[in-house]
């Protein structure tokens, strides 16, 4: 059953694509220590922490092994950005299979209440209480190119040029890596001359609500892909709500979450 539920947990696409990000395993001091779990059961214990929501100390035994184990390997992978390196793995598969679409992207943000940590503040838009951000760039089909973290009360427009930087050159089908969208589709909240003047210069074409005006029918409609990615992300019950108190781990179950919805893509 064990390794049934691994094998569904880590699928064998995902696993191999994950053997090219790990770092290789520390040799281990000869005569002494415990025998070293396996990266793909720790992989899959992770995923399901990710997914279902769960504490590390209520990790089904079905794994074989504790949530000690799991949260330190966790915590080494995250230090080596093992999380950030998989996304941008699995973005090059989909965009040397032609599965990415630049030519309208939309950014937006999803708030989160947290309990403590940094990157944590008052969020307007749930009464003041403790909260973090979620920033996402994604394609036409809402696949995220580009994810950051910050607290709940940083305005939305002050994310939108790291995340436009955030975005990795990625394989193309044909022709050279890409890391520009052709058009970002944002909402008001993302209306200043600066941030205009500063995708133009870029190449990016931008279509940003303008505020006092009232959304187009059309601006909506191609800014709508955002709004099922913020769903996806929501079927990873670890960021329901925040209970890291670094960012750096909060981040890392957003970037898995990311993958995640990656991955689905290209297994389709």
């Known amino acids: 059953m064990t390794a049934a539920l691994v094998e569904r947990t880590a699928p064998e696409e995902l696993w191999t694509l994950f053997q090219r990000v790990v770092p290789p395993a520390p040799t281990r001091p000869p005569g002494g220590g415990h025998r070293r779990r396996g990266d793909r059961e720790v992989l899959a214990a992770i995923i399901f922490v990710a997914t279902s929501g769960c504490n590390w100390n209520q990790l089904p035994p079905d794994f074989g092994l504790s949530g000690v184990t799991a949260f330190r390997r966790f915590t080494e992978w995250t230090e080596a950005r093992v999380w950030a390196k998989l996304h941008r793995l699995v973005l090059d598969e989909l965009g040397a ?3 990415l679409e630049w030519s309208r992207c939309a950014i937006d943000s999803a708030s989160v209440r947290a ?9 307007p838009t749930d009464r003041g209480k403790n909260g973090s951000e979620i920033h996402l760039i994604v394609d036409r089909r809402g696949l995220p190119l580009s994810i950051g973290i910050s607290a709940a009360n940083l305005h939305d427009s002050q994310a939108l040029t790291p995340l436009v930087r955030g975005i990795p050159p990625i394989r193309s089908r044909r022709g050279p890596r890409r890391r520009r969208p052709g058009k970002l589709y944002g909402d008001k909240g993302y209306d200043y001359h600066h941030l205009r003047r500063w995708l133009a210069s870029r190449g990016i074409r931008h279509r940003l609500a303008r505020k006092g005006i009232g959304s187009p029918q059309r601006l909506g409609r191609h800014r709508w892909v955002v709004e099922p990615t913020v769903s996806w992300l929501s079927g990873c019950r670890r960021l329901h709500r925040r209970h890291e108190r670094k960012p750096e781990h909060f981040l890392a179950f957003t970037a898995i979450a990311a993958t ?7 297994t389709k």
């Open 260 to 266: 995640l919805i990656c991955h689905r893509r290209l």
């Open 115 to 123: 309990l403590k940590g940094q990157l944590t503040g008052p969020n």
């Open 97 to 99: 299979r032609g599965d």
